[in-house]
Each structure stands twice: as structure tokens, then as C-alpha cells.
């Protein structure tokens, strides 16, 4: 009875003693003025000036004060920086002007005149002059040059209504107490006229991506991976999704990754391991078409972010109800770095929430219209997923022929993005694939496939994809019909060649711009 005693008194003594302060909370010791915020590991983050502090609160009302002995308790960490999007950033003996965006990054303007453009005759009035002591605080960013490039960070009003400036998207607050909440005040906004790309979803209570003084610089996610990738499933529902719905998404989900490394021929993966995400409409994430329908909004990828992390190349997404759709399934290109490939150089993934991690999303339409019946069934609609992926590199070769001219044989269709049927390979992408009979006719490979849904992708597709190299791709054939146009299973004509280095010459090696 008394052992028992004695450790009730002993675990009574230690949680008296132990911190008791949290994430956000602010501290200081009895025997120095210096404030601190505390981060999430329990780190005390010192703030420079008194200066700095009121970028970030409006009085000491919430600051704590402890003793010398428990500041010690929370190991020192770097300064709070200047707050992005409230004040513009200067140092003595340092000519330049800078906006502050998150992270502490500091951008400096290329001319006096933008300043005052954005901000207004009395810019000078946000200038925070920070010591230079703490300028390895800070790291400098790209210059300011155009009046629509609005800083990260920034509290924006425009039409009557604030928005949060979010790495290029406006993100609205439904209301001033939302401003508020998220420590800003209406005389911190810039007041604009320019048209930039909005979400849907409002800012109600206070946000850690909008009011976080320990948070780490935007940088961006962008790269050229293209052996290790990685995808998201999404389903956007209108309604709650039924079990069969859910097991049938898991089903093709499970299967993409087994027949994903078969498409490639072993040298890609694609890891599809996250949990399926369901997002439910909330009036924010459908928006009618021009055909009358609700459809997913690029604010369902937008919310996805908002709670999941941005390292994703592919974004799978899927509905359970739009009935009517014009196409089988669509890739939205967001990022692109690749060279040589065809495809276009953007940078458009923070318009759906990425910083450029984001390659594309692949919108597969409605879950209820893909069989699983049996296998030849799920690996269709397994394909169809490769095949909307594969856009992002291949699928668009062109070449010189030996009339000087650029050949567009090996593409169909007017948006020349997949293998016209008459290559002579099978791809997720297209191509019928051509045996010779020896009699001037040929018979369509495709039609000979024991598993004619579960396809691989050609030499040429792997080399667009980074995976192969030049010598390892070989001549390309695609046949010629006797009859321009003809469809069919067996088709007489002449099967022509095409080099690799006619393509390589015509679109550029291949490569990564990062």
C-alpha cells in the first residue's frame, strides 16, 4: 500500500512541473522583455523586434510570462520573420524595398512606381524596418515586376470582398470576422481591380496556412520524376457512395499498380497506397456546365489539398454522378517540365492547390459506367487510367520525312495526342500493331492478343517517358494502307519506317527543364 502511495506522490510531483504551454502560445521570461512563440515540438521562436511582433499581433495582451527556469524548458529556435502580405520589408543601408511572403521570403520590387501602384500613395506606411543583424533571417526571392503579380500572402480586396492570396489563387473570406480571425486587419489589404483565378470555398475560422508565424518557405514541389510516381483516387459524390462503389473504385485501384509496372515493362511504378478519398458536395465543388449538368470543380483537388499533401504526380479522379459525358475520360495537364515530349511547357498546378508537384489529373468521369465483371474488364478500366497518364509525356511523335517535311503519320485525329491504329505496336495510347501475312496483306496484332486489354507500352512511348534511351527504341513501322483511310482487321499496304533520330531531330531530345 505505501509503494503505491509513494508513485501516485512521485507522478503527481513530475505533471506539476512539466510545460504546459502549446502550440501557438506566447511566452516570455520574467527577467528579460524578449517574447517568444511556441511551435508544435514544443520550440521557442524569439521574436527580433517589437516591430516584427506587431506584423503578427495588435498587443501583448496574450503573452505569458513564466520563470527563467521554464523558458528553459523549450529549446531556442530561428526568428519569427516579418509577416507576409501586412508589410512591405527594409534595411538600413540596403537599398531595396521587399514584399514579405511566407517563409520569410523576401522579394524585392524592380521600381518605386510599382510600390505605389500596389499599395498606394502611403506605401511607405507599411514599411517595416527590420535591423540588419537579421537579414541572414531572410532569403531573397524573385523580383517583383508586374502590377497582377501579387505577393503570397497578401490580404487582397477586390470587388468589395477580401481574399487571401494563396501562391497565385485568390482564396475568399466569407466575412470580416473571418479577416479577423486570421489575425488581419482591413487596413492591411491592397485594393485591386485585377481578374485573378478565385476558389470557391470561403475562409471561416482561423486558418495555420494563413496565420502561421513558423512556417517554412513556399518552394515550389515541381520536379521530373517519371520512374517513382505516385497517384491519389478521389471520388467526388453527390450522393453517399454505396459499398459496391467503394469496393469496385478499390478493385481498380489495387490493379492500376500491378498493371501500371507491366505497362512499363518494369522500369516505373506507380505507388497508389494512399487511402481513396470521398469528398461530398458542400455547394462549393460541382458547378454546372454549359450542358446543364453538375460536374466536379477544380475546387474538389483544391479541397483534397487542403487536408492531404502535395506529393502527388497524378490525381485520379472519379464521380458517381454526371450521366452524360462526351468523352470516356480527360488528362488535365497542371505542371509540365518535360522537354522533348511534345507536350506544353505550364505551370498551372496552383490553380488546383499543388506548387508543382502536380502533373496532371486524370478525370475518369462516372465510377457506374466501368465493368469488373471479370478481369478483362477491370484491366479495360485500368487502362483507360494508363492511357490518360501516358498523355503526359507520349503519343505525340512527329518526324521529317524525306521530303523535308513534318510527318504526322504515326498520330490520329485532329489533336494529334494518340497513335493513329496503323503503328505497328500495341500502346495504352493507340496502335493496332500489324502481322505480316506474305501475301501484301496484314492482320491487326490487336486482334490476336490473348489479353487485348492489358497493354504495354512501346519502345517509343518508354522513351518519351524518360525510361528508355535512343539506341534501346529501334525503327518504328507503321503501315501504309493501299486505300488512304481504310479500316479493318486485315488491311493490304506497306509497312514504312521511321528512325528515332528523325523524331529526336524534329522534336528535341528528350529531357527535364528543372
Wanted: hydrophobic share 40%; with cysteine; charged share 25%.
Amino acid at each position: 500500500m505505501k509503494t503505491r502511495l509513494i508513485v501516485f506522490f512521485i507522478l503527481v510531483f513530475f505533471l506539476s512541473v512539466a510545460p504546459a504551454h502549446a502550440l501557438g502560445d506566447l511566452i516570455k521570461s520574467a527577467s528579460s522583455p524578449t517574447v517568444y512563440y511556441l511551435d508544435g515540438n514544443n520550440f521557442r521562436h524569439p521574436f527580433p523586434t517589437q516591430a516584427v511582433y506587431e506584423t503578427w499581433y495588435a498587443d501583448f495582451s496574450g503573452v505569458k510570462t513564466v520563470s527563467p527556469e521554464t523558458i528553459t524548458d523549450y529549446p531556442l529556435a530561428e526568428n519569427i520573420k516579418v509577416r507576409p502580405g501586412v508589410a512591405l520589408v527594409t534595411f538600413e543601408t540596403d537599398k531595396n524595398i521587399y514584399a514579405a511572403t511566407p517563409g520569410g521570403i523576401l522579394r524585392p520590387f524592380k521600381e518605386r512606381d510599382l510600390i505605389q501602384r500596389m499599395y498606394g500613395d502611403k506605401w511607405f506606411e507599411k514599411a517595416v524596418k527590420v535591423p540588419e543583424a537579421f537579414f541572414g533571417d531572410y532569403l531573397i526571392g524573385e523580383e517583383m515586376k508586374y502590377d497582377h503579380e501579387l505577393p503570397d500572402g497578401m490580404l487582397y480586396l477586390w470587388d468589395g470582398k477580401y481574399y487571401y492570396n494563396d501562391n497565385g489563387l485568390l482564396w475568399p473570406f466569407k466575412d470580416l470576422a473571418a479577416v479577423k480571425a486570421n489575425g488581419f486587419k482591413t487596413s492591411d489589404a491592397v485594393k485591386g481591380n485585377i481578374a485573378l483565378d478565385k476558389r470557391a470555398k470561403e475562409i471561416s475560422f482561423l486558418n495555420t496556412r494563413i496565420f502561421n508565424p513558423v512556417a517554412k518557405p513556399n518552394a515550389t514541389t515541381a520536379d521530373c520524376e517519371n520512374k517513382k510516381l505516385k497517384a491519389a483516387f478521389i471520388l467526388a459524390a453527390k450522393t453517399q457512395p454505396s459499398q459496391d462503389e467503394i469496393d469496385k473504385l478499390t478493385a481498380i485501384k489495387n490493379r492500376l499498380a500491378e498493371n501500371f509496372v507491366f505497362a512499363t515493362k518494369g522500369l516505373a511504378k506507380l505507388d497508389v497506397s494512399y487511402p481513396i478519398i470521398i469528398l461530398s458536395d458542400d455547394e462549393t465543388l460541382f458547378f454546372r456546365d454549359r450542358d446543364g449538368q453538375l460536374k466536379p470543380d477544380n475546387e474538389v483537388i483544391n479541397t483534397f489539398f487542403d487536408q492531404n499533401p502535395d506529393n502527388f504526380d497524378f490525381i485520379i479522379l472519379y464521380n458517381n454522378f454526371v450521366l452524360n459525358e462526351s468523352v470516356v475520360a480527360k488528362y488535365v495537364l497542371t505542371n509540365n517540365d518535360f522537354l522533348g515530349t511534345g507536350n506544353s511547357q505550364v505551370h498551372y498546378s496552383f490553380f488546383y492547390g499543388s506548387r508543382g508537384k502536380l502533373k496532371g489529373i486524370a478525370n475518369m468521369g462516372n465510377l457506374l459506367k466501368y465493368g469488373l465483371g471479370n478481369t478483362a474488364d477491370l484491366d479495360q478500366s485500368v487502362n483507360y487510367i494508363i492511357h490518360e497518364i501516358a498523355h503526359h509525356w507520349s503519343g505525340r511523335a512527329i518526324f521529317q520525312d524525306e521530303n523535308g517535311e513534318v510527318n504526322y503519320a504515326l498520330l490520329a485525329g485532329t489533336e494529334k495526342n494518340h497513335w493513329n491504329i496503323y503503328v505497328d505496336f500495341i500502346s495504352p495510347l493507340g496502335g493496332n500493331g500489324w502481322q505480316d501475312n506474305g501475301d501484301g496483306a496484314f492482320t491487326s496484332k490487336i486482334t490476336l492478343a490473348s489479353e487485348p486489354n492489358r497493354k504495354v507500352f512501346s519502345n517509343l512511348d518508354l522513351y518519351f517517358m524518360g525510361l528508355l534511351p535512343t539506341p534501346f527504341v529501334g525503327p518504328i513501322k507503321y503501315l501504309a494502307p493501299d486505300e488512304p483511310g481504310a479500316v479493318g482487321n486485315v488491311l493490304r499496304g506497306e509497312l514504312k519506317e521511321v528512325l528515332i533520330d528523325q523524331i529526336v531531330d524534329t522534336m528535341g531530345e528528350w529531357g527535364c527543364r528543372i
